[in-house]
């Protein structure tokens, strides 16, 4: 195994080189597998957010991961605005709306992953390895199996 590819859990290997200074087959000739370039993307974001503020590393650390909870906490304010759950206030998102905030919620989770893993853009190959995971333990079956 090459430095730059890594076994996840379950010995899951996910397809991908992970490093985007140097893809399969060199620069600029086989285009990095899509959750490779979302991966990076997200690892993109989380250092941007990880650049110095102020804050000490203990307190930034629980900051990125607090934030899934916030965003999550959004999701369930979407979801009452659409079913109308505050008499007050009645129907006042759409399921548009909720979808949105829980992409965020998932950008926010990966987010915080990718800062404990050092940026490294793994974190959708680290989701991919989960799924598989998750999956083979409750014996489900997809089409192409």
């Known amino acids: 195994m090459h430095d730059n590819q890594r076994?996840?859990?379950g010995g899951?290997?996910?397809k991908g080189n992970l490093d985007p200074k140097n893809p399969p087959g060199g620069k600029g000739?086989?285009?990095l597998p899509t959750f490779t370039?979302?991966?990076l993307m997200v690892a993109?974001?989380?250092?941007?957010?990880?650049q110095p503020r102020g804050r000490d590393q203990t307190a930034h650390m629980?900051?990125?991961v607090t934030k899934v909870s916030a965003e999550a906490g959004e999701s369930i304010d979407a979801l009452e605005g659409y079913l109308g759950w505050n008499p007050r206030k009645g129907v006042i998102h759409s399921l548009e709306d909720v979808k949105y905030e829980l992409l965020d919620t998932a950008l926010?989770?990966?987010g915080a992953y990718e800062h404990l893993s050092g940026n490294k853009g793994e974190s959708m190959l680290a989701l991919e390895a989960h799924i598989h995971k998750v999956h083979e333990r409750m014996r489900l079956v997809t089409a192409d199996e």
């Open 12 to 14: 899951y290997q996910p």
């Open 108 to 110: 926010a989770a990966l």
């Open 7 to 9: 076994s996840f859990a």
């Open 29 to 31: 000739s086989i285009p």
């Open 37 to 39: 370039k979302a991966g």
């Open 44 to 50: 993109s974001i989380s250092d941007w957010l990880d």
């Open 62 to 64: 629980l900051y990125r």
